[in-house]
């Protein structure tokens, strides 16, 4: 059998042997070449080129442990690609799908990029469908295959970031996750795991079930449930719907631990108050963070303001996603 490299080097030894004895003109060629590359501008480095990112939705792919996983980015219309911008990442509840997250009837969050003018990130969870639906995050105690499989989302949604950084201008500063039930215990936890990439969270019926938490700088946190949840119970434990996931925190250890991390004042005070909600604020907390608490009378296991899937419709007392902004932007 014929070696395949054989023909490259003798074609190599040819070119040599004949450039041995091209003589005078060789030289003459060569010195040319010469004066023109002294004569030549300096050329500035250059990088692998990038496709302009245009407002809309675009699907993204990305191999994190051996899984092909998804995630969703929308651009906001008058998007300036120029200018730092700051970024949302939304989780998706258990059983979900980022096609799930970013519809706006239910979480209003293609909307609040539209408005104010920030990028919008729907990760997908891991599931065990090629087709991303059924999908959970590894918040420490929940939830389903992406717990029980020792999924590294933290590590994910790193690897998102990073990708993110290639193709725009991101504000550092204001990096943000917000999440539903599963997705806001995955903030909590980036909260905790990721602090040196996000600034402040808003969990929503998802309370903290880390496993261990050392955030590397304060974070602020805003948690919003309702009383009557019936699947994250709000003083801890597990409804009937989920009572095989886990013995969930109660919303108010989850609080308190937030004012402890954070070095906050322990009494808080009110700074919303409306039929069927109230929330409240710790203050001096260090770096200037923040621990605030919205609690809803109503609404059960819900986005309040937004829609449902299944079961009646959440609270309407206040909007999540208008607490959200005002939280993140001071809007």
């Known amino acids: 059998m014929r070696h395949p490299a054989a023909p490259t080097l003798v074609l190599a030894c040819v070119t040599l042997a004949g450039a041995a004895h091209a003589g005078p003109l060789l030289e003459r060629i060569r010195a040319h070449r010469a004066a023109q590359a002294a004569s030549a501008p ?21 191999t994190w442990q051996g899984e092909t996983r998804q995630w969703l980015l929308h651009v906001p ?10 970024v949302v990442y ?23 990029s ?30 389903g295959a992406a717990r029980d499989d020792g999924i590294d989302d933290v590590g994910f949604v ?18 943000f996750a917000a999440g539903m039930s599963n997705g806001g215990m995955m903030a909590h936890r ?47 434990g597990a409804g009937q719907p989920s009572k095989q996931v886990t013995d969930f925190t109660s919303v108010a250890d989850s609080t308190s631990r937030w004012v402890q991390r954070n070095g906050c004042q322990p009494t808080p005070r009110t700074v919303l108050e409306a039929p069927g909600a109230r929330c409240v604020e710790h203050e001096g907390c260090q770096g200037g ?11 059960g296991h819900s ?12 609270s309407q007392a206040l909007s999540a996603t208008t607490e959200m902004e005002r939280f993140f932007f001071g809007r």
């Open 42 to 62: 300096a050329s500035a480095p250059t990088s692998a080129p990038t496709s302009a990112i245009l407002p809309g939705d675009h699907t993204f792919t990305l």
């Open 77 to 86: 219309t008058g998007f300036q690609p120029d200018r730092p911008v700051a």
């Open 90 to 112: 939304f989780f998706h509840g258990g059983g979900g799908n980022m096609q799930h997250s970013a519809d706006d009837k239910l979480y209003g969050q293609i909307g609040s």
């Open 114 to 143: 539209d408005r104010l003018g920030h990028l919008a990130v729907f990760p997908n969870g891991h599931g065990r469908l090629k087709s991303g639906k059924l999908a959970t995050w590894n918040a420490g105690n929940c939830c």
């Open 158 to 175: 790193r690897a998102i970031h990073a990708e993110l950084g290639k193709r725009l201008k991101i504000d550092p500063q204001k990096v």
């Open 190 to 236: 980036l909260a905790c795991d990721a602090s040196d990439l996000f600034t402040a969270i808003t969990a929503v019926a998802g309370t903290d079930n880390t496993r261990g938490c050392q955030p590397s700088r304060p974070v602020s946190v805003l948690h919003i449930h309702a009383r009557d949840d019936e699947r994250v119970l709000f003083n801890g």
């Open 289 to 299: 963070s923040r621990v605030r608490l919205c609690v809803t009378e109503t609404g």
């Open 303 to 314: 986005w309040p303001g937004g829609g449902k899937v299944l079961g009646t419709r959440g």
